[in-house]
């Protein structure tokens, strides 16, 4: 008779445990191609198309703020005045060469409704000089700003023309905006177009590189198929109807993109690094937490193995039964309580000490869920469900609840003049301050957020609700904290919310919030450190 060896409990554990392993490696491997990769890929995509956004808002800003400019000039009597009568007084007073380097621009153009042009100047600061502007894409041609511009034949009954946008000349990316010549009161009809420009240059760009946080430079556009269109690496995304290209160069991605010009055309291109570290961050720190949960779960195996060999039938039942008790009905107090001074016994008393801390931890953890860790006070959480609860049972009851909602004026202000470790402890002030003006039994204070506090007054009407307003706002005067950056007061004040509901199916908790917020906000708007009520 052949007798097979008995397999152990300790090689079954350990085969299983291979198995584990191998598994939990391939599932990894798919999961993270399948699921971590692309979403690593569709965020550092997502930053790529938020910087090109930032990019082309930046140059976007840019042409509002010259237009804005351009229609103070259009928008003016003298400047009307002068398109009907040429008075040379008007250019030498209002366009010298300080004009344009104090006002920041660099092209000006005044053409009358019969497309003659009155004046123009086209200056440059850095180089002293009057320039002359040529078409690039025309190899030269004289610049033809009443085309370019398409300035109406009829303007005199168009008054609220306008255009404005980016054009490439032989001296590089220019900002163009005009506006028709109306008088002062901007009444029709217009006598002619004023046209304004700014060279897009180098000191431009790095100002809206530092503007945009994006390092950024601008070329001309020779159309997509210069752009690496057959480079087996690149990327094509088009995302919320933007188009641009990268290109994976060793740790970056070389991003390219265009800027429309006037006339709906490509005006130059926009070329940027962005390094592709979240990706690889990414897989490396994925890699590193399953390394040490592998490792950790082989410790653990193992020393169960161990342990496995020296248990005996009835104790592991004893323990075995103790343990259901504990995880079905979540006592926590119950202990083995086993006078045994072997490696069983030794196991019960650890275990009962581990109990111990676990009880002891889970209260400790109960209280910081729901307690603020700088003011002591009960936190958001704790506010979410006593108004949860106060709600249903107010609604059972039909009885009214109010909501106090208290802003802490200027607060920003006081961080950024007395420092955070002062701010925080105005904030610890004025909480227990808070919390010692409600007291009764169904009533809370809490830390909504931030210098934000709330109160939920139960079974309290509009009347009561405003006379506990009122004797909270009075304990915060009577405090006399320093405050000299207050707009408001010498010492801390604070504004306040208040609303007042009887709950029922036809209104819920959200706009009762609502109310209580919208209250808190029309005391600011009133010049805070005053108490405002909504319905």
């Known amino acids: 008779m052949i007798f097979k060896k008995p397999v152990t409990l300790g090689n079954k554990i350990l085969f299983i445990t291979s198995l584990c392993m191998i598994l939990f490696f391939f599932l990894e491997n798919i999961i993270q191609f399948f699921i971590f990769y692309p979403e690593y890929l569709r965020i550092e995509n997502q930053l790529i198309n938020n910087n090109i ?26 400047t009307y005045q002068y398109v009907q009568n040429q008075n040379h007084s008007y250019i030498q007073s209002n366009y010298t ?8 621009f660099n092209l000006i153009y005044i053409i009358n409704n019969q497309q003659e042009i009155l004046y123009s100047r086209i200056y440059y600061p850095e180089t002293d000089v009057e320039l002359i502007l040529k078409d690039y894409y025309s190899f030269g041609d004289t610049f033809n700003m009443t085309k370019i511009m398409n300035i109406p034949a009829d303007l005199d ?13 032989q001296l590089g990316p220019i900002i163009l905006v005009s506006a028709p010549v109306l008088n002062s009161d901007i009444n029709l009809p217009s006598v002619g177009t004023l046209i304004m420009g700014k060279f897009i240059d180098l000191r431009l760009v790095e100002k809206l590189n530092k503007q945009t946080q994006v390092d950024f430079t601008i070329s ?10 057959n480079d087996p690496e690149y990327q094509k995304l088009i995302i919320k109807s933007l188009e641009f290209v990268t290109d994976k160069i060793q740790d970056n991605f070389l991003i390219y ?18 390094p592709h570290q979240i990706l690889d961050q990414g897989q490396l720190a994925i890699f590193f937490a399953i390394l040490s949960l592998l490792l950790l779960g082989i410790m653990v195996l193992f020393i169960i193995i161990l342990l496995l060999r020296k248990f005996i039938l009835y104790p592991i039942s004893d323990l075995v039964t103790h343990i259901e008790e504990i995880t079905h009905g979540s006592d926590y107090t119950l202990r083995l309580n086993m006078n045994r001074a072997d490696e069983i016994g030794h196991l019960s008393n650890n275990f009962d000490e581990m109990m111990d801390k676990i009880e002891q931890q889970t209260k400790k953890l109960e209280q910081l869920t729901i307690i603020d860790s700088l003011t002591n006070i009960p936190n958001r959480r704790k506010f979410d469900e006593v108004l949860n609860s106060e709600w249903y049972r107010h609604m059972r009851f039909n009885t009214s609840i109010a909501l106090i909602l208290c802003d802490i004026d200027h607060f920003k202000a006081y961080n950024d003049y007395y420092g ?21 039994a ?19 009407g509009k009347e009561g609700a405003l006379i506990i307003a009122a004797r909270i706002k009075e304990a915060i005067e009577e405090m006399k904290i320093p405050h000299e950056k207050s707009s ?11 609303t007042v509901i009887i709950p029922s199916y036809n209104n819920n908790m959200k706009d009762f919030i609502e109310k209580a917020d919208q209250a808190l906000y029309q005391a600011k708007k009133k010049g805070r450190n005053r108490i405002e009520i909504k319905f």
Not at 66 to 78: G, R, V
Not at 261 to 272: G, H, V, Y
Not at 442 to 460: K, P, Q
Not at 491 to 497: D, L
Request: with cysteine; hydrophobic share 35%; charged share 25%.
């Open 442 to 460: 169904g009533d809370l204070a809490c830390r909504y957020g931030g210098e934000e506090f709330a109160f939920i007054l139960s079974d309290t």
């Open 220 to 229: 001309p556009y020779f159309g997509k198929r210069e752009i690496r269109r």
């Open 53 to 78: 956004i930032r990019v082309q808002k930046a140059f976007d800003n840019e042409i509002d703020h010259l237009l804005i400019f351009c229609k103070d000039y259009a928008f003016w009597d003298d």
């Open 97 to 104: 060469s300080d004009t344009f380097i104090e006002s920041d």
């Open 420 to 440: 955070h470790q002062a701010g925080d402890a105005c904030l610890v002030s004025v909480a227990e301050t808070l919390a010692h003006s409600v007291n009764r």
């Open 157 to 169: 009954n168009t008054g609220s023309y306008t255009k404005s946008g980016v054009y490439f000349t």
């Open 488 to 498: 408001t007061s010498s010492h801390v004040t604070i504004s306040m919310g208040v």
């Open 257 to 274: 993109d265009y800027y429309l010009d006037i006339i709906e055309r490509p005006a130059f291109l926009i070329s940027m690094n962005y």
